[in-house]
């Protein structure tokens, strides 16, 4: 078996990056089915993506099993519905057995299956968290996203869960909601997360929409600008504005052959502004805060500022993604050693390269092609982890020296862009220049 144990360095010993290099994951998610009930206008399965759909089987779970007694957490979820695979509470009471005490297992789930017999099952199976979807508190809204579903479906499998509790004996089960915010329900966030919490939720989790398809762009109620270029530009408009420069008018100037006096003081103050950012190490695409819409940065704010003291108010653990992206990125799946297993059993590395997608996320096309290690039921599963070129990867992300694409003038270019990802500009071989799960956008259950 080629592994790199004795690679191991000081490293190792820094926090941020202890679960990362351990010689097991921490975190499995695992995917228990592709398939799905609903037909839901943001989801990936709405998108070219794979083709084929399938259940995992207690065969394939089986070869997992070498790694759950150090697991902290097991997410048995992927781009399906697992209540339909039958097997679920199977997995659920074999996993609760191996793994240690301390350690959680929970899934995401639309609820339409959850009827009153599964809550009961799953929870006598050991069940310790479930979070249900919800994007919207008006049926209307409800209706429009999860096609195929309404909202008196998700008040059913509330007061299934709220009933299995009492029956089972289990007030320790964590149930939550998953908002994923855009343009048309944004508003509705308030009053959702005070909705679910008189029906027995204790935490949410907000993500922004992943835009699959180019339309979904309008729907975006978050920004690929970062906050640290957002404060610099702002800093230097403001400056500009008080002393009379209108640094709008950089793009119609730079090529201009014969300049003003008062033209070029608008050239050398913008390049003066481009040279700070430089010198901070911050990304800053001109053209992009130029046409930057801070009335729709400022209502996705506020909102989210009234959400939070909603969940204040009634003692609900509100998990937010950020409105604009964070110019310091890190890798959550990758620093608290997750693993990411698809139902036939491939080993990935992230949400990010699980799936293969077409990818609008940054506000431009990009093929996402998933990045797997092995085959847990070919190779053992801790091999994988352990094997040269998982390490490898999971070293290179820690290092995070991956350029911003979102924010890069010359984005999209040819090598984000090509079907098969070969390398960035800075010689990566890891597509992580253009995730925005890194940078605070997207959440999930984790």
Known sequence: MQNCTAAMTLEQHHPAVDSALLPYPSKLFVETTSRCNLSCVMCMKQSDGDARDGDLDLVTFAHLEPALSNLYALILNGVGEPLLNSRLEQFITRAKKL?????????????????NMRAMTLLDAGLDRICLSMDGVDSTTFGSIRTGSQLLDLQMAFEALAAAKAVCGRPDLEIGVEFVVMRNNLRELPTALEWAAARGASFAIISHLHPFHEPHLEQRAYDTCTDEAIQLFQTWKSKAEVIGINILRYFDLLWKYRKTAEEMRIIDFVEAMKADARDRGITLDLKRLFAMDFGNVEETMAIFDQAFGVARKIGMDLRLPEVVKREKRGCAFIQEGGAFISWNGMMHPCYHLWHRCQSFANGWLQPVKPRAFGNVAERGLLEIWNSCEFRTFRQNVLRHNY????????????????????????????????????????????
């Not at 301390?102 to 639309?110: D, E, R, T």
């Open 403 to 446: 350029p911003s694409c979102a924010g890069c003038n010359c984005s999209p270019c040819d090598l984000v862009q090509k079907e098969d990802f070969a390398q960035d500009c800075y010689v990566n071989t890891e597509p992580c220049g253009s995730c925005l799960w890194s940078s605070g956008v997207f959440r999930c259950l984790d």
């Open 99 to 115: 793994m240690p005490a301390h350690s959680w297992i929970g899934f995401q789930s639309n609820g339409l299956l959850l009827t």
